[in-house]
Each structure stands twice: as C-alpha cells, then as structure tokens.
C-alpha cells in the first residue's frame, strides 16, 4: 500500500513537471515579428494608424489587422508549404500613401523540420535567405535576423518618415 502511493506520487510529479510547455514556447515556430519606427536619427519606435495588413494568394482568411490603429508592431507568419510568403500592408488613412495605398513585404525562406524534445515534439525551423519590401509610403525596411523564432526579438524593422 505504502509503495502504490508512492508510485502515485511519483507519476504525479513526473506528469507535472514533463508538461510544462515553457521549453516549447521558445522554440520557433514562423512568425516573423516587424517593428515600426520613423526615420531619424536615431530612429525611434512608432506607431501606424488605419492600416489592414493581409496575405496574398494564401488558403485561408489571411486577414491579420483589419483597420487597426496604434500598430507598433506586427507579426507576419511563415507557412511550411511554400518557401515564399507575400503580405500587404493597405493604409487607410486618406492622407497616408497619397498616390499608392499600399506597401508589401515578401518572405523567401527555407525551412527544415527539426525534432526539439519529447514534449515538444518536432518544429520547422526558418531562415529568410531574401527579404524585398515595396517603397509607396515604407522609406526603408531591413532583415535584422534571417532566423526566425517566436521570442520577442524583431526580425525585420520597417521605416516610415516622420510626420511633422
């Protein structure tokens, strides 16, 4: 009887510790995050009004900010079966992007599946070999880190000019 309880505890605790998801989190999982900021020197963090960012020619709704306000940054995710995603960034304001409505960032990338850990199972791992960007109202973009991950680091940060 004593030795079941303690088989019990022990099944317990194991169970408890082994499916904690905190190793998994950190993982990548394709989600470049982009950071908006104005020119300038040196730049600083910003914000984008009234702007639908979308995919292009992908399966699903590939709506992911519809008319939002105050976007500081975004995330823009990967897909495992292509190697190139395109996103549009349309801006609604009606004093933003005078003649052309919108900007768009493209992903070329590769991918490997990868097996992290028994509770995580296996994940894709990404790495961005081109990174084109359209300039209708962006005055720069660049490709921090070709890796992708889902911490809170940035992969691409995009420049817009500084209303006055």
Same mark, same amino acid.
């Given at each position: 009887?004593?030795?079941?309880?303690?088989?019990?505890?022990?099944?317990?605790?194991?169970?408890?510790?082994?499916?904690?998801?905190?190793?998994?989190?950190?993982?990548?999982?394709?989600?470049?995050?982009?950071?908006?900021?104005?020119?300038?020197?040196? !730049?600083?963090?910003?914000?984008?009004?009234?702007? $639908? #960012?979308?995919?292009?020619?992908?399966?699903?709704? /590939? =709506?992911? +900010?519809?008319?939002?306000?105050?976007?500081?940054?975004?995330?823009?995710?990967?897909?495992?079966?292509?190697?190139?995603?395109?996103?549009?960034?349309?801006?609604?304001?009606?004093?933003?992007?005078?003649?052309?409505?919108?900007d768009?960032?493209?992903?070329?990338y590769?991918?490997?599946?990868?097996?992290?850990? !028994?509770?995580?199972?296996?994940?894709?791992?990404? $790495? #961005?070999?081109?990174?084109?960007?359209?300039?209708? /109202? =962006?005055? +720069?973009?660049?490709?921090?880190?070709p890796?992708?991950?889902?911490?809170?680091?940035?992969?691409?940060k995009?420049?817009?000019?500084?209303?006055?």
């Amino acid at each position: 009887m004593y030795l079941s309880k303690i088989l019990i505890a022990f099944i317990i605790t194991l169970v408890f510790f082994s499916c904690g998801d905190k190793y998994c989190n950190e993982s990548g999982i394709g989600m470049p995050l982009v950071g908006v900021y104005a020119l300038g020197t040196p !730049p600083v963090a910003a914000k984008i009004n009234s702007v $639908t #960012i979308y995919g292009v020619d992908q399966v699903k709704d /590939s =709506i992911l +900010y519809n008319n939002v306000s105050d976007l500081g940054s975004f995330y823009t995710p990967l897909s495992i079966t292509r190697d190139m995603v395109k996103y549009v960034i349309r801006y609604d304001d009606p004093n933003v992007g005078m003649q052309f409505k919108y900007d768009t960032l493209t992903y070329t990338y590769s991918k490997q599946l990868e097996f992290e850990t !028994p509770e995580c199972g296996a994940m894709y791992k990404f $790495t #961005i070999e081109e990174f084109k960007y359209t300039t209708h /109202s =962006i005055a +720069y973009a660049e490709l921090v880190t070709p890796e992708v991950n889902n911490l809170e680091s940035q992969t691409v940060k995009i420049y817009y000019v500084a209303e006055d």
